[in-house]
């Protein structure tokens, strides 16, 4: 039977902007103690952005964690700004990344990124009835980012999967629920 944890002290030794690092001393179910060192990382959205039911939009932005280019959905981090709401998030991103808006945003699901190291949560929404964001409107990019916007149809999208060329993991959870709504 899986046995719970228990935490004898924690203690933060690293606090950013985006998450905070934190090393938790645990008793085990066995008797004997561990050490964790757990991130603590604010909640993000990712989005897929349905130009029509056949096509996607998506990102090619560089990520210096993997130091090379990347094809992903949108997302982004939860801040002050949003207050907690994760469709405010959705609605921000849309306008700061792909310069739109949506006439539909529906929460689809949230999964938990990595949690063998950390507590990241990520809600997945889809966006529909996207319309361009009239210019003055425009917010800001976040500082450094670049991004070619792509249009992908479903048949690509199946064949960027199928190569392996899909390889983060919010972008082939899209696709999986892409396939799941065709049927």
Do not use: C
């Not at 280019?69 to 207050?83: C, H, M, S, T």
């Not at 699901?109 to 319309?131: C, I, K, N, P």
């Not at 500082?143 to 916007?149: A, H, I, K, R, W």
């Amino acid at each position: 039977m899986a046995e719970r944890e228990h935490v004898i002290s924690s203690e933060i030794i690293y606090k950013g902007p985006i998450f905070n690092i934190e090393t938790q001393l645990v008793d085990l179910y066995n008797g004997r103690q561990s050490k964790r060192d757990i991130v603590r990382h604010v909640p993000a959205i990712a989005i897929l952005p349905f130009t029509d039911a056949d096509h996607m939009i998506l990102e090619k932005q560089y990520r210096a964690a993997i130091g090379d280019f990347i094809l992903e959905i949108p997302a982004g981090k939860l801040d002050d700004r949003d207050f907690d709401q994760p469709e405010h998030a959705v609605e921000r991103e849309l306008n700061e990344e792909l310069r739109m808006t949506a006439g539909v945003i529906k929460r689809v699901t949230g999964f938990f990124e990595t949690v063998g190291f950390s507590d990241a949560y990520m809600h997945v929404y889809v966006a529909q009835d996207l319309h361009a964001v009239n210019e003055e409107k425009q917010l800001p990019r976040d500082l450094g980012e670049s991004l070619d916007l792509i249009i992908v149809s479903f048949d690509e999208m199946k064949a960027l999967f199928e190569s392996g060329k899909l390889n983060d993991q919010k972008t082939i959870l899209a696709f999986l629920y892409w396939s799941y709504l065709r049927g």
